[in-house]
Each structure stands twice: as C-alpha cells, then as structure tokens.
Nanobody, 125 residues
C-alpha cells in the first residue's frame, strides 16, 4: 500500500480559496490513480475528484466541477486539490485516497485501500 500524509485546509470565508496537498510514500506513486473524498458531519464519505495514474484523465463530482482542480506531481509524489469559490456546503473533512481495489467503482469509498489522515475544511458564510 501507499502511505498518505495530508496538509493544508483550515477556515475560509465563502468565495475564498484553499489548497490541499497529499504526500505519498511507500510505493511507486505513478502506479496509483488518486482521488479526494470528503465527509460532512452526519453524512457518508462522498467522492470529490479523481486523477488517473498518468494525470491525463480527471473527473469531478457535479457539486465541485468548475470550482475544484485536482493535480499531481509524480516527481514530488504529491497530489493536490485546489478549491476555489468555496461555499459553506463544502465544509467537511477531506481525505486523500489511493490504491484502487482492482476494477472497483472509482467513486465508492470502499473501493480504495489507502487513506490520508483527513483535513478539516470549514467555509463560513
């Protein structure tokens, strides 16, 4: 498995921006598709963004499309989530995730083996 350590996050006003980063270690980072999930209080973990092993393919949930950007730097073994035009509904704990189980669905939390420690993002109105 790959080990994931997150940084970034915090408190921001609505309309502001934050950047989350995730550093990977333990295995060849470029072997892994990577995603971000988030979990709001009392809710399930929801898919946010996906980036393929090559970085050529990205995908986003409808709720963040056009506002969030996922990227990766295989030289630094990092994956990032740039979040712009933040809304109070974006308030959640955000998780960096990797190591997909076979051909499991990408947007399902149980499909993934390796999780970062989680980072709180709070957007005030």
């Amino acid at each position: 498995q790959v080990q994931l350590v997150q940084s970034g996050g915090g408190l921001v006003q609505a309309g502001g921006s934050l950047r989350l980063s995730c550093a990977a270690s333990g295995r060849t980072f470029s072997d892994y598709h990577m995603v971000w999930f988030r979990q709001a209080p009392g809710k399930d973990r929801d898919f946010v963004a996906f980036i393929s092993r090559s970085g050529a393919i990205t995908d986003y949930s409808d709720s963040v499309k056009g506002r969030f950007t996922i990227s990766r730097d295989d030289n630094k073994n990092t994956v990032n989530l740039q979040m712009n035009s933040l809304k109070p509904d974006d308030t959640a704990v955000y998780y960096c995730v990797g190591d997909l189980k076979g051909s499991s669905p990408l947007t399902v939390a149980a499909s993934w083996n390796s999780w970062g420690q989680g980072t709180q993002v709070t957007v005030s109105s």
